[in-house]
């Protein structure tokens, strides 16, 4: 895309190298002008001093206090005006007001009282070249500092402008950081309605349906004529698991409505599960006819939330991946408490293994699940393996390292 004029030249002056070019051209300038009108020592000294010190008025402000300085300094050795000394010294007043290194009235006032000593040196300097010039008491003495009065003018003209300029930009930032902040409210305004008509989706689909087979499940075993204590049961089990669903439903459904900002009403909380209800998992796994064993190694540490979370739902991925895929099939759920702040979780069946054949769990899968448990894994630093078990079946292992901060890569499983 091509750039407008007036971008190409805001970036050169931009540009790191701006300062030190200007300032060489301006430094060349006062040697060929010095050299073309000799001055004396003072004046020679206070141009190329006052030249030189731009190349530095970027990279260190205050230098160009000496920049001025020098400028008058050389012009108070000269009753000549250079033009090198002229445009170093505008240069300066301009960077003092531009970066601001003192209040611009300070600026102004102390460019005033230097021009009012260059004025002084100068009148002294005229009345030893035998010009007429009138004592301070006499008529028309006050058109002696006509000098000074011009210089205060013009160093005030330049020190104001660099300060308009800082002024602007300071504008202009703050004008940028105010729209990145609507645009961000903006932002935040409109994922706050997703997550609302997300909230509206899952409360009229998949609140209604649950709904339904928790009320189902209950008219069942009044409704069906000839239920044997069993299957009453089995109608209770999938009512409780239908109603302990929707009570998770509505927890995510206030999260959803909950403003980021936390300005809405507290969403609907309650304690995550961890590994202690590891327990009550495995007994809901029996209860819906499935063969489960809970074996627990090592001495029972307190992990930090995540982590027990990110365990429990592993666990609670496995067992309904083994209902589903390998109904029937003895599970064992191993929790190993490692002394070197290292938990490892191992669920275990011995029913069809990948790659089994069309029976086997992976034929037709489509692998969520799976990729679900790696997310949980990575999540906590940790890596998490699925596949043929050692002794046959299906197994998943899950390292989650807690405490030490370390992270172990994930490993790719072949269930599907």
Known sequence: MRTSPQQRLHDWLAAPAYPWITGGAVTAGAVVELIAIPGGVT????????????????????????????????????????????????????????????????????????????????????????????????????????????????????????????????????????????????????????????????????????????????????????????????????????????????????????????????????????????????????AVGGTAELRITGERVPLPAAWELSAYRIAQEALTNARKHAPGARTVVEVDYGADRLLTLRVHDDGPGSGAGPGSRSAGGTGHGLTGMRERAALVGGRLSAGAGPDGGFLVEAELPWGSGRAVGDEQGSRA
């Open 43 to 286: 004046t020679t000294v206070g141009a190329l001093v006052s030249a030189a010190s731009l190349m530095w008025r970027r990279s260190f402000p205050p230098v160009a206090m000496l920049t001025v300085a020098a400028g008058l300094i050389g012009f108070a050795g000269d009753v000549n005006l250079y033009v090198s000394i002229m445009v170093s010294g505008l240069t300066g007043c301009y960077s003092l007001g531009r970066n601001r290194v003192l209040h611009p009235a300070l600026t102004v006032a102390g460019g005033a009282l230097g021009a009012l000593c260059v004025n002084l040196v100068h009148i002294n300097t005229w009345s030893r070249m035998d010009l007429p010039v009138p004592a301070l008491w006499e008529r028309g003495s006050l058109s002696l500092f006509a000098e000074s009065f011009l210089l205060t003018v013009v160093v005030f003209g330049a020190v104001m402008m660099g300060d308009a300029v800082r002024s602007r930009e300071e504008t202009r930032i703050e004008r940028g950081l105010a729209q990145a902040k609507l645009i961000a409210m903006e932002r935040q305004q409109a994922a706050e309605a997703e997550r609302a008509a997300i909230a509206r989706e899952l409360h009229d689909i998949v609140s209604h349906s649950v709904s339904m087979i928790a009320v189902q499940a209950e008219s069942a075993t009044y409704t069906t004529p000839g239920l044997t204590p069993a299957a009453r049961d089995g109608f209770q089990q999938i009512a409780g698991t239908a109603r302990s669903s929707m009570a998770e439903l509505r927890r995510l459904l206030g999260v959803l409505r909950t403003p980021q900002d936390g300005t809405g009403p507290a969403a609907l909380t309650a304690p995550q599960p961890t590994l202690d209800h590891l327990a009550e998992l495995v007994e809901q796994h029996r």
